[in-house]
């Protein structure tokens, strides 16, 4: 008689407590597929809707995550590097609209976090430091809007972060983007100049961006490689205000190299001396490795 058939004939125990004892012998002589499984893993609601669709190498979390909500919209969609979040995180809301937008380092929030209302329209935009929320610590008396716009040399002398004169720029209802018209021979129909005299440069270089930069999941499976350019809007801040790419690839690598040249922060572009409001093209490479 077989270890099942003893455990079947045994009249003291009731039927329901034998499958349960058949069932946790079951899984340990048979192995759980699921957790030796590489590749994409799903997982399901009960009415068989997808809950979740997740990469896995060694067991171990590894490239792009996706979950759902149970009407089958995207909740949220990630990169994973050895088991923890990292890069940009996007989170949705269950009508389908962006809800939050982050950059994460080492699992934790670093760096602006972009918040949309129901609708998926900008909201605002707040700052993390080593997954804690940064604070708005500016000084009152430079809550006017006069002290904070471009050439205002009082501003200047404060010893204000730029962040939080970004905070200051938004509060006071101040245009991101400066007028379209301006006197300034060097600057372009957007009031930003095109040809500074030191063009804007990313803090820490490109390794800042590229750092930044998430390689779509189907441009790596299709093997799409190649450069896409992006051109930044920086403030005499160092904040990228705009990005538009002006050349591309598709298959999700614009947007990649979009977001990832917004949320970097910049040295600004300076002329005769002074930081300006300055444009710059930013090449950004999408090379898979070992080709």
Known sequence: MTLIEQIFSWPVISFAKKRILFTAIILLIVPVKIFSQD??????YPDDTLKSAINYSNKV??????????NGRLRQEMTYENGMVSGLVKIYNESGNLKEMFNTESGRREGPATLFDSTGK??????????????????????????????????????????????????AGIAEVPPSVSENKNESIQGYVADAEIMPEPEGGMKTIMDKLVYPALAKEEGVQGEVKVKAFVDEYGEVTHAEVIKGIGHGCDEAAKIAVFYTK????????????????????????GK
């Open 39 to 44: 590749g994409l893993v799903k997982t399901y």
């Open 61 to 70: 979390r590894q490239g792009e995550a996706k979950f759902y909500y149970p």
């Open 266 to 289: 910049f040295n600004p572009g300076i002329v005769k001396g002074k930081p300006v409001n300055a444009q710059v093209i930013i090449p950004v490479e999408f090379k898979l490795k």
């Open 122 to 171: 900008f909201l605002n935009e707040i700052n993390y430091e080593n997954g804690m929320l940064v604070k708005d610590e500016a000084p009152a008396e430079v809550t006017a809007p006069e002290s904070v716009q471009p050439g205002n040399t009082a501003a200047k002398e404060k010893s204000i972060s730029a962040e939080n004169i970004k905070r200051l720029k938004n509060k």
